[in-house]
């Protein structure tokens, strides 16, 4: 009993603590998806509530992240002529998010090289730099990072001091916030109390939020007309994958401060019946907000009932202090998100670039580029497609190392058991010996290695014996091995071949070509077929 009340103070404080943060958090997210400031409060209410009652992380946060409100600002530019069709995207998203959970996906997207999470992350984060660039100094958001940029020059000559202070002190705030009042007053509510009272009190010449409506949002209903629901598809799959492995490296991150395992399957069901709910409410889509989740973990949440106290808070503070929120500056959380998107940037790798291996290097650049300058689903395609380049290369140099071909002196080979030619340095034999793994990464390196040995020799031997794994290409390698050799004349004697080895090379049909009679078990057997193959005369009979 003792530890359950304890439990529940701990989830009490992470609660609210995470709903302080969260609070400037979804606000300044809204705005920068182009929604509004009050759709990222809807969405982290939606997400935050349905993914810790249905998801697999006990003390996750979940609610509007940088990546998702990056992605559904180009959803709202690219790919929607109106908001039925922005939420209809975000319902698809969360129904694909399900999908991906049933089907059992959540594993794998864990797989997902961290060289491209890393230029992925680092370029979001300098998105929301440069897409609040322009807020800072009072002017209007740019669709897009590049349109910022070109945007400044207009930027400095309209130029408002007023807005660049408030901003700037934001800014100031948040980073500058003392250690020791953290732990009561967060840096990102302390930043927006500061930025929002010079905006009242003092500097009223800038643009605020404006009118926000009170109350429960009307439901968003989604326009299902085919039109729609085919140009929605790709954007959906984006809002998608990006808040999969946005929540299951949160995910990561909360097992390794709470020592616990996340259902990542369950997880994504979770995630996806909240942005189902986000977008039914008009709300932001939403992830695992690793910020909120490390401070609720802090605080001692650790379990899911942390996450619905969250959800409530900030539903109560929509419900009665929508009104507040009208004032807020949008210099004000430009600052914060100039802080957030500071935040994001992954500085541990980036900090020790110059020890990086330069495939891993390459593969962070190229994502981190094109996530800035062209679009989030190139970045991650690309990045993914040259993360496996680089990983086939190493692959390559360590499955090759595996490889030995050898030719086998007649009187070493035989030892004494066959009569032989009087050269003593003739090796009719060869052996190809194959150990460990073999994939596509090594197969056309197989190739050019191995070929012209085999055919200097009468029979070659491949000794399968060390063989762990072969996939369907080092397979079909073997057999054009097996083509080549004999074309030249040159008998092949298979030898060891067991378990999977043996169950892909014969479903491939791919040793068609090698007698029943050529197999052997091991060494010996081998060696007895090798002299037969020659011609050999055993010793004792000669």
């Known amino acids: 009993m003792q530890q359950r009340l304890g439990s529940l103070k701990g989830d009490l404080f992470g609660g609210i603590t995470a709903a302080v943060v969260s609070l400037p958090v979804a606000l300044a997210f809204g705005e920068a998806s182009g929604l509004g400031a009050l759709s990222g409060i809807y969405g982290a209410i939606a997400v935050g509530f349905f993914a810790a009652v249905f998801g697999g992380t006990k003390s996750q946060i979940s609610g509007p992240t940088g990546p998702m409100a990056i992605a559904m600002a180009a959803v709202v530019t690219l790919h929607a002529d109106n908001l039925a ?6 319902i698809m998203a969360g129904l694909l998010q399900v999908l991906l959970g049933l089907v059992g996906i959540g594993r794998f997207i864990a797989f ?8 992925f992350m680092s370029g979001i984060g300098i998105i929301i730099i440069l897409l609040q660039t322009l807020p800072f100094m009072g002017t209007p958001v740019a669709e897009g990072p590049v349109a910022s940029i070109r945007g400044w020059a207009d930027g ?3 130029f408002n001091a007023s807005a660049f202070a408030i901003a700037a002190v934001t800014l100031a705030v948040g980073i500058l916030w003392p250690g020791r ?3 009561y007053i967060p840096p990102t509510l302390a930043a927006l109390v500061a930025g ?4 009242v009190l003092w500097l009223t010449d800038v643009p605020v939020i404006g009118n926000v409506p009170t109350g429960l949002p009307a439901p968003q209903l989604p326009d299902l007309s085919l039109g729609i629901l085919a140009q929605a598809v790709t954007p959906a799959l984006t809002l998608a994958m990006l808040g999969s492995i946005d929540s299951l490296l949160t995910a990561l991150i909360a097992d390794s401060m709470t020592r616990t395992q996340h259902s990542a399957n369950r997880e994504l069901v979770g995630q996806g019946i909240g942005n189902v709910a986000a977008g039914f409410l008009g709300g932001l889509p939403g992830a695992g907000a690793t910020m909120g989740t490390v401070i609720n973990i802090r605080a001692g949440g650790r379990t899911p009932v942390a996450g619905v106290i969250c959800a409530g808070i900030l539903l109560a503070l929509v419900l009665g202090l929508a009104k507040y929120v009208e004032v807020i500056p949008h210099a004000c959380l430009a600052g914060i998100l100039l802080k957030v998107g500071w935040d994001i940037i992954d500085w541990r790798f980036l900090t020790r670039i110059m020890r990086v291996q330069r495939e891993h290097l390459a593969v962070m650049v190229i994502t981190l580029l094109l996530t800035v300058f062209i679009d989030l689903v190139t970045a991650v395609a690309v990045g993914l497609i040259a993360a496996g380049m680089a990983t086939s290369r190493r692959f390559e ?7 030995v071909s050898v030719p086998i002196l007649d009187e070493v080979f035989f030892r004494g058991d066959y009569k032989l030619e009087a050269d003593d340095h003739s090796a009719h034999v060869g052996m190809v010996i194959l150990r460990g793994v073999f994939t596509v990464a090594s197969s056309h390196k197989l190739i050019s290695t191995i070929s012209k040995d085999i055919t200097e020799h009468d029979v070659v031997i491949f000794d399968f014996s060390d063989t762990a794994y072969m996939d369907d290409s080092a397979s079909l390698v073997v057999e054009e091995l097996i083509d080549t050799a004999i074309a030249e004349n040159t008998q092949c004697v298979v030898m060891g071949l067991f378990d999977q080895p043996a169950i892909t090379l014969r479903a491939l049909n791919a040793l068609q070509q ?3 009679d050529h197999f052997a078990d091991d060494i010996d057997g081998a060696r007895e077929i090798a002299g037969r193959l020659l011609g050999l005369n055993p010793t004792d009979t000669a």
């Open 181 to 183: 009042l953290r732990r």
């Open 397 to 403: 140099r360590l499955q090759m190392d595996n490889v």
């Open 514 to 516: 090698i007698p029943e």
């Open 196 to 199: 929002t009272m010079m905006g």
């Open 112 to 119: 997902t090289p961290y060289s491209v999470i890393s230029g």
């Open 156 to 158: 400095i000559t309209d």
């Open 85 to 90: 069709a922005a939420f209809t995207i975000v």
